[in-house]
């Protein structure tokens, strides 16, 4: 049986201090700004071509190389399911998902 402390410190637990939740979204967004500032950047880059490019205080390398990669609907298609699932890794993830609150009226 749950006494009242225990009942208590489960509940402190699982109260999440608000200022906690509002700087991590924040700072997600800030952090998708900037990707998405690099983004644009390195797409400049890359229209310049293949070479090596210097700042004042940064060197940048444009490269091309080819990535081979695996369809893996295309795998589980062609392959015994059998086969597909002893290839298969599964994991667990912990995810934290930011979302703006929509202003209160």
Same mark, same amino acid.
């Given at each position: 049986?749950?006494t009242?402390?225990t009942? @208590?410190?489960? #509940?402190?637990?699982?109260?999440?201090p608000?200022?906690?939740?509002?700087?991590l &979204? @924040?700072?997600?967004?800030?952090?998708? *700004?900037?990707?998405?500032?690099?983004?644009?950047?390195?797409?400049?880059?890359i229209a /310049?071509g293949? &070479?090596?490019y210097?700042g004042? $205080?940064?060197l940048? *390398?444009v490269?091309?190389?080819?990535? !081979?990669?695996?369809?893996?609907?295309?795998? /589980? #298609?062609?392959? $015994?399911? #059998?086969i597909v699932s !002893?290839?298969t *890794?599964?994991? &667990?993830?912990d995810?934290? =998902? =930011?979302k703006?609150?929509?202003?209160?009226?």
């Amino acid at each position: 049986m749950l006494t009242e402390l225990t009942l @208590k410190a489960v #509940e402190d637990f699982f109260q999440v201090p608000t200022d906690t939740v509002d700087e991590l &979204g @924040k700072l997600d967004k800030q952090i998708k *700004e900037l990707e998405a500032r690099a983004r644009q950047l390195k797409a400049q880059l890359i229209a /310049r071509g293949v &070479g090596k490019y210097a700042g004042l $205080d940064y060197l940048a *390398e444009v490269q091309h190389y080819d990535r !081979a990669t695996i369809n893996p609907k295309l795998v /589980r #298609e062609m392959v $015994d399911p #059998e086969i597909v699932s !002893a290839v298969t *890794e599964v994991k &667990g993830v912990d995810a934290v =998902v =930011v979302k703006a609150l929509e202003p209160q009226a």
